[in-house]
């Protein structure tokens, strides 16, 4: 580098890149701000369906790890055995609805959808209470089946009702999924999946300067549960902060 380049870049306040152009690199400083940037960490939300398996094994385990989740339970599965649920709630997890059959809405008839609300906050209330019920936040869609042309409109009527969001998903975690469909197996393996996808998240969120939110979804079956140790310890080793739905979308 010339002489008269190399103070040019001095003149413009730029010592640390003129330096490092003279050794055929481009160093700079950082500013503070970008320092602070590079210790944001994305969030996250676990989210659990269903709930006809491993229930105790799943609550379980997130006890262990003392991190919060959410769980969408069907209404039939809370009459079956409310004390997972006791417990999820004790120890401060999020229960949403995820109605009370678990049916395909779009091939349901308004009366048959109107018998499932009802029966869900019947069952909900009689077996985990009414303060419990009135706690609930969120609405899941079984199947993520919003109905059909007649009655998507009145099953949204029924959500907004009761002040329910919707709780949709980013990732799908399930190794085998949706039953009525088959049995799928996902090509990439579980952990590897949430690895790929939050390495872009954790990019994301420094390019934005603000956390990344993402939530994930798993079901109550083998080996989700698996999968739900893996998650947890890898976010819990990467800082990821895992959060309850509520705190997340506040």
Known sequence: M???EFLKNILAGGIGLGIGSAFGSTFKIPTKEQT?????KPQIALTIDDGWFDREKMVNIVNYYQ?????????RV???DPKPWINAIENGHEL???TYYH???SKETISKIDEDFSLYAKTFIDKLGNENFNNIKHFRYPYGDVGNYTNKKYI???IKAHSWDIAWWDLDLSFYHRPHFGVYKNPIQPLDKFKI???HMEELSMKLGRPTKTKVLMHFKYPDDLTLKDVIEYSLKRGYEIKRLSELEA
């Open 67 to 75: 991190v919060p989740a959410n769980f969408f339970i069907i209404g």
């Open 156 to 158: 949204d009527s029924l």
């Open 197 to 199: 996808y939050m390495e």
């Open 2 to 4: 010339e002489r008269r």
């Open 78 to 80: 809370i009459e079956e």
């Open 36 to 40: 602070k940037s590079t210790n944001i």
């Open 103 to 105: 049916d395909f809405f």
């Open 96 to 98: 949403g609805c995820h």
